[in-house]
């Protein structure tokens, strides 16, 4: 059974900064893409960033050139580094990892930007 453990979210202020991690088991992690999903309250969920395992990233124009994806595959754990965070930013962020063509999903952590 795959398990996604997120940490990192919280309360920030606009133009601050916040890193989310996501971590699992290393017998699926180093194969397998990674990605960040976010959903604000009445929007759907959209792709934030992914990147495959062989560190070939995709980031959403929304956040290209604030946000960063990378792997550690030493700590089997993918991090999403957010930078110059807007009020618009607020949205649960969950954590993917996409495996034989299914996506498995993290429980969700709450990122909060203050104006």
């Known amino acids: 059974q795959v398990q996604l453990v997120e940490s990192g979210g919280g309360l920030v202020q606009a133009g601050g900064s916040l890193r989310l991690s996501c971590a699992t088991s290393?017998?699926?992690?180093?194969?397998?893409?990674m990605g960040w999903y976010r959903q604000a309250p009445g929007k759907e969920r959209e792709l934030v960033a992914r990147?495959?395992?062989?560190?070939?990233?995709d980031i959403a124009d929304s956040v290209k050139g604030r946000f960063t994806i990378s792997r550690d595959n030493a700590k089997n754990t993918v991090y999403l580094q957010m930078t110059s965070l807007k009020p618009e930013d607020t949205a649960v962020y969950y954590c993917?990892?996409?495996?034989?063509?299914?996506?498995?999903w993290g429980q969700g952590t709450q990122v909060t930007v203050s104006s």
């Open positions: 993917t990892l996409t495996r034989y063509g299914q996506d498995y």
């Open positions: 990147i495959t395992s062989g560190g070939s990233t």
């Open positions: 290393a017998s699926i992690f180093r194969r397998n893409t």
